[in-house]
């Protein structure tokens, strides 16, 4: 069974930084890319980052720039190091297979998130 654990949220100030991880298990992590996702209150989830097998990244234009999404595939790890948080940045941040993520109306395929609050 999937499990995406996701940590190191909190409260920042504007301008500060926050290291995110997310524990995955359950399917053969080095074999996916992994993405980073997140949702404000009253608006849809979107996609903030991605990173394929190979390394290969790709950003959110919001967040160009400020945030970097790295994995460890023998710590079956993803992160996302936030730099030069705004205020609009907060949100509840999941990660996700992409393939997962795509898939509509499956509440079961998140984890709980990890709450990015950014006060300006």
């Known amino acids: 069974q999937v499990q995406l654990v996701e940590s190191g949220g909190g409260l920042v100030q504007a301008g500060g930084s926050l290291r995110l991880s997310c524990a995955a298990s359950g399917f053969i992590f080095s074999i996916n890319a992994m993405g980073w996702y997140r949702q404000a209150p009253g608006k849809q989830r979107e996609l903030v980052a991605t990173i394929t097998t190979g390394g290969s990244t790709n950003y959110a234009d919001s967040v160009q720039g400020r945030f970097t999404i790295s994995r460890d595939n023998a710590k079956n790890t993803v992160y996302l190091q936030m730099n030069s948080l705004k205020p609009e940045d907060t949100a509840v941040y999941y990660c996700?297979?992409?393939?997962?993520?795509?898939?509509?109306?499956?509440?079961?395929?998140w984890g709980q998130g990890t709450q990015v609050t950014v006060s300006s």
């Open positions: 996700n297979v992409p393939g997962r993520a795509a898939v509509a109306g499956r509440a079961d395929y």
